[in-house]
C-alpha cells in the first residue's frame, strides 16, 4: 500500500526567504505526483502536476520536482510571501488498479511571517 | 463558471440519522471522487465514479453509499450516521482519470459534517 509522508508538519520562514518542501513514497511505481495547496477552511488547490516521465515543473515562483527511484518529490517556493502561507500536500496517483486514487500526505502547514 | 459545489456546507446530525451530500460541477467532467479529510489521516478517497451511472469503493467506503444518475451530480449517502463519521468532505472532478495529461483534480470547498 502507498504511503506519502511530508516533512516537514509545519514550516515558519521569514518573508523573503526560499523554502523546500519534502514529499516521499514508498511505493515508486507512481503515474503522477501532484501538489496541491488548501487555505484554511478551502478545497484544495491543485498547483502543479508531474507526470512520471518527467523531472519537474515549474509555475511562477513554484518549482516542483520528482525523483520516482528514490521516491522523493520537493516543492520550491522561491521568494515567500505571506500569501503562501497554507497547508501544501502531495498526492501521489497510482498505476494499474490505484489509478483512480490519490495517495495524500498530512501536508506541510507554512507560515510565511511579514 | 462555478466549477465543483458542495451541498451543504455544514450539517450536524445526531447518531443514527441519515443525510446526503450533493457534489455538483458544471465542467462536462466524467470523473467525480468523494474524499473525507480527518486531522492526522490526510485525505482519504470514500467512492469515485467514472462516468454516469458507475460508481466505484475507494478506500474508505463502509458507511457510506454513493449515486452519479447525471454526470453533473455526484451523491455521497449516509444511512446510519456514526461519529466516527465527523469530517470534513470534499468532492472533486476530472476530466480523464487523476494525473493523466495536463487534466488535474477540481475540488470543491468541502463540508462539515459532525455527528454527535
Known amino acids: 500500500k502507498q504511503e506519502v509522508t511530508q516533512i516537514p508538519a509545519a514550516l515558519s520562514v521569514p518573508e523573503g526567504e526560499n523554502l523546500v518542501l519534502n514529499c516521499s513514497f514508498t511505493d515508486s511505481a507512481i503515474y503522477n505526483l501532484q501538489w496541491f495547496r488548501q487555505d484554511p477552511g478551502k478545497g484544495l488547490t491543485s498547483l502543479l502536476l508531474?507526470?512520471?516521465?518527467?523531472r519537474e515543473q515549474t509555475s511562477g515562483r513554484l518549482n516542483a520536482s520528482l525523483d520516482k527511484s528514490s521516491g522523493r518529490s520537493t516543492l520550491y517556493i522561491a521568494a515567500s510571501q505571506p500569501g503562501d502561507s497554507a497547508t501544501y500536500l502531495c498526492a501521489a496517483i497510482g498505476t494499474g488498479a490505484g489509478s483512480y486514487q490519490l495517495t495524500f500526505g498530512k501536508g506541510t502547514k507554512l507560515s510565511v511571517i511579514p | 463558471n462555478a466549477g465543483v459545489t458542495q451541498t451543504p456546507k455544514f450539517r450536524v446530525l445526531k447518531t443514527g440519522q441519515s443525510m446526503t451530500l450533493l457534489c455538483a460541477q458544471d465542467?462536462?467532467?466524467?470523473?467525480m471522487y468523494w474524499y473525507r479529510q480527518d486531522p492526522g489521516m490526510g485525505l482519504r478517497l470514500i467512492h469515485y465514479s467514472v462516468g454516469e451511472g458507475t460508481t466505484a469503493k475507494g478506500e474508505v467506503p463502509d458507511g457510506y453509499n454513493v449515486s452519479r444518475l447525471k454526470k453533473q451530480n455526484f451523491l455521497l449517502g449516509l444511512e446510519s450516521a456514526a461519529p466516527s463519521q465527523t469530517s470534513v468532505y470534499f468532492c472533486a472532478s476530472s476530466y480523464t482519470p487523476p494525473g493523466y495529461g495536463a487534466n488535474v483534480l477540481t475540488f470543491g470547498a468541502g463540508s462539515r459534517l459532525t455527528v454527535l
Open positions: 508531474i507526470q512520471s516521465s518527467q
Open positions: 465542467m462536462n467532467h466524467e470523473y
